[in-house]
């Protein structure tokens, strides 16, 4: 590379959603655009290679698995053994995510973006630094986008280096069907690996530090949800103080306040914390919040002009699609007319449990504090979903189970939350996300006509 070449009018470092999003859109509109990531393996970021795809692809074979284990049992077809089926699974993972991961490096060169390889480290406001690759380089740019995620967090815990307590990466590649697993952490990566090991025939214990059980939640859902947990083998152990572990040839014992647990693994699962460990951001004058973040405003700008952070670094929600959001936010802002901001975003969630749990907007107790607020009324409508005879949908895939609620403000026939726990609900809470953001009344979205059997007819039983 020349002195010229080390000049980028934007420099991407991660390969992020947001990142690679820009990269590629800048690059097609004539930039010089370059994008460093410290791994070919991460080619795509986290979401395509360690993150939802493989561990979707994993809970969607464990599920089928699962449903074949009770189809055998009821003298249909034949079941596989469950650490066959665990190691197929893991080699369609393989194959997929290699697949997406070639795709998205290609799709990066074809667009005309620099892919450079190696750590990117500021040694200024507008320098970065790149080591570990093939080349050490020095590159500048006018526009500097911050996209390196985020990483597990690891709690000061006795024996937490053992080698038999896993992160979300390695969990995903254990290397042998594990009969006893424990989980430490109740949150989205915890349940999701509780499920899905479940139902490859795991023995599975989650240990939650809150004393709420799906503190997020209402009570009503998070009951429920624990409840059919527990129908599926795992059992939850709230409140739960984890002191240590002890690892050995044959397991892994966890102590905590409540005793001791054998299990074969630990999968560490108690949150992500910013990515910014040697990334320089004292050279460059950037800014962190207490947690760790880097600082942004509502245009994602950091306070230093011309660079942005983008995705899990910046300490927003943490998730693919609100990294997505903001490589739009970032656009308008540099590339546009700035009106897309950060403010305002109502952003729906799933946890891919089974069935999914997926939530938007307020829970019951914070809307109605919200309706009553503007001295209005909040209308709660709650359903069982094997209670709602116009919704079959749910009982032919042999999964009844589960709780649609509405908190609408009457007054303003709008829907104020929604927490939707049934087949489908990553599909459904879209739906309900577009009325909220679009302000279309709930009765709308009950009176309009949706197919036959479909699981929208929800909408007909709740909201019409
Ligand atoms: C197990 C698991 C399951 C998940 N499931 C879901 C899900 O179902 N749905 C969902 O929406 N979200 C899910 N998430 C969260 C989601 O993956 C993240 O929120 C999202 O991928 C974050 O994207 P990002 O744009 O911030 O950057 P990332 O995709 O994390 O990319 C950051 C990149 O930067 C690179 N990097 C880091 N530091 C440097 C450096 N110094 N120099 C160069 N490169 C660097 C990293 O290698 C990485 O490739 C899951 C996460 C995990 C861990
Ligand atoms: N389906 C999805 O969208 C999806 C799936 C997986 C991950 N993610 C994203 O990844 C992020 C990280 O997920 P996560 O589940 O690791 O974190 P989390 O912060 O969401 O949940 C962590 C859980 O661990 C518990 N905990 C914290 N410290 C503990 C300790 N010392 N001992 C026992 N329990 C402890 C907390 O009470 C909490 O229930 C999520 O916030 C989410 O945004 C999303």
Redesign the pocket.
């Known amino acids: 590379m020349s002195d010229s070449d080390h000049e980028f009018d934007v420099l991407v470092l991660g390969f992020g959603k947001a990142g690679k999003t820009i990269a590629m859109g800048r690059a097609k509109a004539g930039d010089r655009v370059a994008l460093i990531e410290k791994s070919p393996d991460m080619y795509g970021g986290t979401c395509i290679n360690v993150g939802?795809v493989p561990?979707k692809t994993l809970l969607t074979d464990a599920h089928l698995h699962s449903s074949a284990r009770t189809a055998a049992a009821a003298g249909v077809g034949s079941e596989g053994g469950d650490a066959d089926a665990l190691s197929a699974a893991q080699d369609r993972r393989d194959t997929l995510i290699s697949k997406l991961n070639a795709v998205n490096k290609k799709l990066a060169d074809d667009a005309g973006v620099t892919v450079i390889d190696g750590d990117a480290e500021f040694t200024g406001p507008k320098t970065v630094r790149i080591t570990g690759g093939p080349d050490e380089l020095t590159v500048t740019a006018r526009t500097i986008i911050v996209n390196t995620g985020s990483v597990p967090v690891r709690?000061p815990?006795a024996g937490i280096d053992g080698p038999r307590i896993l992160d979300s990466t390695q969990v995903q590649h254990v290397p042998e069907h594990p009969a006893r697993l424990a989980v430490?952490?109740?949150?989205?990566?915890?349940l999701?690996f509780a499920t899905m090991f479940a139902q490859f025939g795991t023995s599975v214990t989650v240990?939650?530090?809150?004393e709420r059980f799906l503190g997020r939640f209402d009570r009503d859902v998070a009951e429920q949800v624990r409840a059919d947990l527990e129908k599926l083998g795992i059992t939850i152990l709230s409140g739960?103080?984890?002191s240590g572990f002890s690892s050995d040839d044959g397991g892994v014992t966890v102590s905590h306040d409540g005793g001791e647990l054998q299990a074969d693994y630990v999968l560490l699962?108690?949150?992500?914390r910013p990515a910014t460990d040697g990334l320089g951001l004292e050279a460059a004058g950037i800014a962190t919040t207490e947690r760790g973040a880097i600082e942004v405003d509502e245009h994602l700008q950091t306070n230093v002009e011309g660079v942005y952070a983008a995705g899990d670094v910046n300490g927003g929600?943490?998730?693919t699609y609100v990294s997505y959001d903001d490589h739009r936010v970032i656009t308008s802002a540099v590339w546009g007319d700035g009106s897309r901001t950060t403010s305002g975003r109502i952003i729906p969630?799933?946890?891919?449990i089974s069935p999914p749990l997926s939530q938007v907007g307020l829970g019951e107790d914070a809307a109605r504090e919200d309706a009553e607020g503007r001295g209005h009324t909040l209308d709660v409508r709650v359903k069982n979903i094997a209670d709602i005879p116009i919704m079959p949908r749910p009982k032919i895939l042999g999964e009844p189970e589960g709780i649609a609620k509405f908190l609408i403000d009457v007054e303003d026939d709008r829907i104020l939350g929604c927490t939707l726990y049934c087949v489908d609900s990553q599909e459904l809470i879209n739906l309900v996300t577009v009325a909220m953001t679009q302000s279309i009344p709930a009765s709308a979205l009950g009176s309009a006509i949706y197919t036959h059997p479909s699981s929208s007819e929800v909408f007909n039983a709740l909201l019409a």
């Open positions: 939802c561990t709690p815990i430490v952490g109740g949150g989205p990566i915890g999701e240990l939650d530090g809150s739960a103080k984890v699962a108690v949150g992500r929600p943490q998730f969630n799933t946890t891919f």
